[in-house]
């Protein structure tokens, strides 16, 4: 059974850091493209960031480039957002969420539970 | 950036047809955007329904069904049951990499 669990949000002011953490298990998560996406309170989902299998590319919304960054650790089966210089509109339940490819195309196709992030001060 | 249209809310009734859509701002939405479609419940994760226009997953009910329509991509759910009340959205790939969802459509069974 695929699992992604997500761990390290909480509160911060504005300005602090946090590192979210996603441990995956079920699948071979070295294989996958991973991503983050947040949803702020009562909104819609946003992607943030994606990750390629080895770590080599990454991309990121405009909206979180220069202050997140993400990483993963494949001997560990984790992905890691890394998230400096917060903001109050970072404010989010952020999902660690992994992808799948086939002859079709892509699919963001499992995701965790997610972890919430409060920035306030 | 590329803004990601959906209905913000639709009603049907309970064995019904709904159709939702999903339009980019950059112009049609074609294969290579390869739309997907999302369900999310209140207090839950999004579950995947619908990849690539049309593909489903394993555990997507079979009255789901995604396709093209008028330049949009499309999710029609048919026989409506009232489990199907969530909120649901559509992902477009941007390129490069870069990936907008839609606003979402609450689908409320009435």
């Known amino acids: 059974e695929v699992q992604l669990v997500e761990s390290g949000g909480g509160l911060v002011q504005p300005g602090g850091s946090l590192r979210l953490s996603c441990a995956a298990s079920g699948f071979t998560f070295r294989s996958y493209w991973m991503s983050w996406v947040r949803q702020a309170p009562g909104k819609g989902l946003e992607w943030v960031a994606n990750i390629n299998q080895d770590g080599s590319a990454k991309y990121y919304v405009d909206s979180v480039k220069g202050r997140f960054t993400i990483s993963r650790d494949n001997a560990k089966n984790s992905l890691y957002l890394q998230m400096n210089s917060l903001r109050a509109e970072d404010m989010a339940v952020y999902y660690c969420a992994s992808w799948w490819k086939d002859s079709s195309g892509w699919s963001l196709v499992y995701w965790g539970q997610g972890t919430r992030v409060t920035v306030s001060s | 950036q590329t803004v990601v249209t959906q209905e913000p809310s639709l009603t049907v009734s309970p064995g019904g047809t709904v159709t939702l859509t999903c339009a980019s701002s950059t112009g049609a939405v074609t294969s290579g955007y390869y739309p997907n479609w999302f369900q999310q419940k209140p207090g839950q994760a999004p579950r995947a329904l619908i990849y690539?226009?049309?593909n489903k997953h394993s555990w997507t009910p079979a009255r789901f069904s995604g396709s093209l329509l008028g330049g949009k991509a499309a999710l029609t759910l048919s026989g409506v049951q009232p489990e199907d009340e969530a909120e649901y959205y559509c992902?477009?790939?941007?390129?490069?990499?870069?990936?907008?969802f839609g606003g979402g459509t609450k689908l409320t069974v009435l």
């Open positions: 992902l477009l790939y941007c390129g490069g990499a870069f990936w907008v």
């Open positions: 690539s226009i049309s």
